[in-house]
């Protein structure tokens, strides 16, 4: 069963910068798809990023130019560099493997 663990969220104010990580137990990592979703109070669940095994990426137009995913394939390990942030990026930041497995979720607060 893959396990995700996740660290690197907290409390930010606008403008600033976090990186979240996303560890995965899993064998032969490079092959899957590795996502970021978010959730704010009162709202559902939405698809912020997404990178293939080949490293192609996505992302939500809401983080465009300011959100990067990436992966480090010996690490097994995905990253979310999220810049220029805003209140409205807070959220609880959950780690997806395979669109089959969720992470525990990690706080994302901004504001000043």
């Known amino acids: ?57 996505n992302y939500a137009d809401s983080v465009k130019g300011r959100f990067t995913i990436s992966r480090d394939n010996a690490k097994k390990t995905v990253y979310l560099q999220m810049n220029a942030l805003k209140p409205e990026d807070t959220a609880i930041y959950y780690c997806n493997f395979n669109s089959l497995t969720w992470g525990q979720g990690t706080q994302v607060t901004v504001s000043s």
């Open 1 to 57: 069963q893959v396990q995700l663990v996740e660290s690197g969220g907290g409390l930010v104010q606008p403008g600033g910068s976090l990186r979240l990580s996303c560890t995965a137990s899993v064998d032969r990592f490079n092959f899957y798809p590795m996502s970021w979703y978010r959730q704010a109070p009162g709202k559902q669940r939405e698809l912020v990023a997404i990178i293939t095994g080949g490293s192609n990426t």
